[in-house]
């Protein structure tokens, strides 16, 4: 075992995501339990208690940094024309799904313990999300509100994971040039559409 205080609470911290991370990437979360981390880096499952306050709470901290680098990726593609932007974000969304599965599955499969909600920075970054693809369509459909755009968004991209969600569990039946096609068909049929029949005035 590690000594006392030999790694900071943050080193801590970031050695125990990274375990969980790296069991993630070959092995289901099933398998992995808290005195598990705590021994891979060498520390007793009450030091993560500390830290953490729960092996939930851990993997909550999994989960976040997930986002964290989702949200890095997608916002490197904000410098093209909106739509395009859009089509890229989802099809860049797909993939690292498809690169980080049971990562990807944490963020959505998690649940917090009696019915608590989530923490404020977890929001926060879930928000932000929404948030890069909200500027798209406000820039694409200038004359919608921030209601509309946030609206917008959802839907949209509910449709987006919606067909990412098919990918991984290998019922879209289709190859992955299939899948970003699908997903940019999506993308550009959705604002067509409501461009189209003028629905967006019609939300408050």
């Given at each position: 075992?590690?000594?006392?205080?030999?790694?900071?609470?943050?080193?801590?911290?970031?050695?125990?995501?990274?375990?969980?991370?790296?069991?993630l990437?070959?092995?289901?979360?099933h398998?992995?339990?808290?005195?598990?981390?705590?021994?891979?880096i060498?520390?007793?499952?009450?030091t993560?208690?500390?830290?953490f306050?729960?092996?939930?709470?851990?993997?909550?901290?999994?989960?976040?940094?997930?986002?964290?680098?989702?949200?890095?990726?997608?916002?490197?593609?904000?410098?093209?024309?909106?739509?395009?932007?859009?089509?890229n974000?989802?099809?860049?969304?797909s993939?690292?799904?498809?690169?980080?599965k049971?990562?990807?599955?944490?963020?959505?499969e998690?649940?917090?313990?009696?019915?608590?909600?989530?923490?404020?920075?977890?929001?926060?970054?879930?928000?932000s999300?929404?948030?890069l693809?909200?500027?798209?369509?406000?820039?694409?459909?200038?004359?919608?509100?921030?209601?509309?755009?946030?609206?917008?968004?959802?839907?949209?991209?509910?449709?987006i994971?919606g067909l990412?969600?098919?990918?991984?569990?290998?019922?879209?039946?289709?190859?992955?040039?299939?899948?970003?096609?699908?997903?940019?068909?999506?993308?550009?049929?959705y604002?067509?559409?409501?461009?189209?029949?003028?629905?967006?005035?019609?939300?408050?």
């Amino acid at each position: 075992m590690a000594r006392r205080k030999e790694h900071t609470h943050e080193q801590i911290k970031h050695m125990a995501i990274e375990a969980v991370v790296m069991h993630l990437q070959h092995d289901n979360l099933h398998s992995l339990s808290l005195r598990k981390v705590a021994s891979q880096i060498g520390y007793v499952p009450s030091t993560l208690i500390n830290i953490f306050g729960s092996y939930q709470y851990l993997l909550l901290a999994v989960s976040e940094q997930t986002l964290v680098n989702l949200s890095a990726v997608l916002q490197g593609l904000t410098l093209q024309a909106p739509i395009t932007n859009i089509q890229n974000m989802a099809m860049a969304y797909s993939d690292f799904a498809l690169q980080h599965k049971s990562c990807f599955r944490l963020v959505f499969e998690l649940t917090m313990p009696d019915d608590q909600p989530l923490p404020q920075n977890h929001t926060t970054i879930v928000k932000s999300l929404f948030a890069l693809v909200e500027s798209q369509l406000r820039s694409y459909c200038t004359n919608i509100s921030e209601p509309q755009a946030e609206l917008m968004s959802r839907v949209l991209w509910g449709g987006i994971h919606g067909l990412t969600t098919l990918a991984l569990d290998e019922k879209l039946f289709a190859t992955h040039n299939d899948l970003h096609t699908m997903l940019c068909s999506h993308v550009q049929g959705y604002i067509a559409g409501i461009s189209k029949t003028g629905s967006l005035h019609d939300i408050n």
